[in-house]
Structure formats: structure tokens, C-alpha cells
């Protein structure tokens, strides 16, 4: 998680934009778009996963 947060964080210093405005404009607002539900379902996935692991561990 923390590479994605590198890799956004340089694209902003560098382009001053965050990581979905800079694909917006060189690819469209519909790869954004979709970039951005992915990325939501991904740290979803993360959150839900690490959650789920807290719980079985508090049940032993």
C-alpha cells in the first residue's frame, strides 16, 4: 500500500495533480472513473481483510 502511496505522491509533485486528475486528462474521465472504483475496491479488500484477520485473532 505504501508503493501506491509513493508512486501517487511523486505523480503530484510532478505534475501537480493528483493521480486521477493527471489520468483524466491524458486519458479521459471514463479510465478515471474506473481507475477510481478500483482503487477504492482494492483498499476495500486491504481494510477488509485486515479487519477480518483482528477478528479471528481476538476469538482465540
Given amino acids: 500500500m505504501i508503493t ?3 508512486i501517487a505522491a511523486r505523480i ?3 505534475t501537480g495533480e493528483t ?3 493527471a489520468t ?3 486519458y479521459g474521465s471514463t479510465i478515471a ?3 477510481g472504483i478500483f482503487g477504492f475496491l482494492t483498499i ?5 481483510a485486515t479487519t477480518r484477520v483482528s477478528d479471528l ?3 482465540q
Fill in 12 to 14: 503530484g509533485l510532478v
Fill in 4 to 6: 501506491y502511496v509513493w
Fill in 33 to 35: 472513473k474506473i481507475g
Fill in 19 to 21: 493521480i486521477f486528475e
Fill in 57 to 59: 485473532r481476538q476469538r
Fill in 44 to 48: 476495500l479488500a486491504f481494510q477488509s
Fill in 24 to 26: 483524466r486528462i491524458k
